[in-house]
């Protein structure tokens, strides 16, 4: 069992926005605004899309935002593209001895 | 422009040591940041095993604490996994990674996959 969860799958058509949520609790996602946002293609390594609740690292696109409100934190994919279709996952830091946490996941089509 | 190669036996038997070396190419260990192992066990999520900061402190997943270590390579660019008494619980794809901190991890190796089987 993830220490956060994520929905499963979500799908949505191109064009399209969508959002994928990841809730915690208050010792990660709701007292910290320390998460980060990875997609993964199949049988590829992830790649850091969103840090920080909002921030985009150089090279990705504007596209993928993110916020966050109490203890659930979301990744927003505007104007869905078929290339998006992916796994992603919310990680936080945590005041727990864990110090990092994953969710387990969200598997994105895109119809 | 900072790399990461995974590397080590791609066959472990039960109840052995699991080994893995992380080579950094393009930068040091010692220069800042925390080198995380993180794994994907077949068909699932990601699991976070512990990382090491570059000064040396580590922090290892409260499941795995008892039977990982995370230490430094004798050469600036190398860091390494030790996972000891696997089972076939332990198959996985393993990711070794560069972080700004310990969630937000910027740089990723490809992934090296481990089989524990006799």
């Known amino acids: 069992q993830s220490a956060l969860t994520q929905p499963a799958s979500v799908s949505g058509s191109p064009g399209q926005p969508i959002t994928i949520s990841c809730t915690g609790t208050?010792?990660?996602?709701?007292?910290?605004?320390?998460v980060s946002w990875y997609q993964q293609h199949p049988g590829r390594a992830p790649n850091l899309i969103i840090y920080?609740?909002?921030n985009r690292p150089s090279g990705i696109s504007d596209r993928f935002s993110g916020s966050k409100s109490g203890n659930t934190a979301s990744l927003t994919i505007s104007g869905l593209q078929t290339e998006d279709e992916a796994d992603y996952y919310c990680c936080s830091y945590t005041s727990t001895s864990t110090h990092v946490v994953f969710g387990g996941g969200t598997k994105l089509t895109v119809l | 422009q900072v790399q990461l190669q995974e590397s080590g036996p791609g066959l472990v038997k039960p109840s052995q040591t699991l080994s893995l070396t992380c080579t950094v190419s393009?930068?040091?260990?010692?220069?800042?940041?925390?080198w995380s192992w993180i794994r994907q066990l077949p068909g699932k999520g990601l699991e976070w095993i512990g990382y090491?900061?570059?000064?040396?402190?580590?922090n290892y997943s409260p499941s795995l604490q008892s039977r990982v270590s995370i230490s430094a390579g004798a050469s600036k660019d190398q860091f390494s996994l030790k996972l000891s008494s696997v089972t076939a619980a332990d198959t996985a794809v393993y990711y070794c990674?560069?972080?700004?901190?310990?969630?937000?991890?910027?740089?990723w190796g490809q992934g090296t996959t481990v089989t524990v089987s006799s």
């Open positions: 090491m900061f570059y000064t040396g402190t580590t």
């Open positions: 208050s010792s990660d996602v709701g007292d910290y605004n320390y």
């Open positions: 393009g930068g040091s260990i010692r220069n800042g940041h925390y």
């Open positions: 990674v560069r972080g700004i901190s310990g969630y937000r991890m910027d740089v």
């Open positions: 920080d609740v909002t």
